[in-house]
T-cell receptor, first 114, second 115 residues
């Protein structure tokens, strides 16, 4: 069975602080894909990153970075120098290789306080 | 370029009624997926359609059905509505199936309230 766990339900940090959102996944597939999505109050899901199971290189995109560790089945997301516009719900997600079904975690609500 | 569009934006129904939600994919995209997002939870996969054929189905009752039209737009139908069907319904489109090489783009969703 596939499962994504985001243990942090809600996080509040002051603007300009760094914040890390945790994600742990379970899958029996050898080939799988991991995702992070942002959902602002408008409700639309915004794609942030896709990573396949064979690529364990960490990735940095501006203030965003992702740490993929297969050994601990984790795919954590760090926002550096957070801004108020980063306030949203963030979802970690997983998909196997057989179909396009994406399994989402329950999300972490991030509040960036001015 | 227009993104994924969904209609209506909001909808209020009563228990037992039927509802139809609509989705227009990004131009050129032939695959459409539907997700249900209950308040406080992550989205849950309902269906995927590609070239008018159902490619995948999540763990939802037969009250949920969908179809895809020749222009690749899609409808999600829910019969005999229950209070628990109240949710944000998200549509996602992609060029074709296969998350290994193309991403899904999500629409703004339709918020359904069942009273």
């Amino acid at each position: 069975a596939q499962k994504v766990t985001q243990a942090q339900t809600e996080i509040s940090v002051v603007e300009k602080e760094d914040v890390t959102l945790d994600c742990v996944y379970e899958t029996r597939d050898t080939t799988y894909y991991l995702f992070w999505y942002k959902q602002p109050p408008s409700g639309e899901l915004v794609f942030l990153i896709r990573r396949n199971s064979f690529d364990e290189q960490n990735e940095i995109s501006g203030r965003y970075s992702w740490n993929f560790q297969k050994s601990t089945s984790s795919f954590n997301f760090t926002i550096t120098a957070s801004q108020v516009v980063d306030s949203a719900v963030y979802f970690c997600a997983l998909s196997g290789n057989r179909d396009d079904k994406i399994i989402f975690g329950k999300g972490t609500r991030l509040h960036i306080l001015p | 370029d227009a993104g994924v569009t969904q209609s209506p934006t909001h909808l209020i129904k009563t228990r037992g009624q039927h509802v139809t939600l609509r989705c227009s994919p990004i131009s050129g995209h032939k695959s459409v997926s539907w997700y249900q997002q209950v308040l406080g939870q992550g989205p849950q996969f309902i269906f995927q359609y590609y070239e008018k054929e159902e490619r995948g189905r999540g763990n939802f009752p037969d009250r949920f059905s969908a179809r895809q039209f020749p222009n690749y737009s899609s409808e999600l139908n829910v019969n005999a509505l229950l209070l628990g069907d109240s949710a944000l319904y998200l549509c996602a489109s992609s060029l074709r199936p296969g998350l290994s090489y193309n991403e899904q783009f999500f629409g703004p969703g339709t918020r359904l309230t069942v009273l």
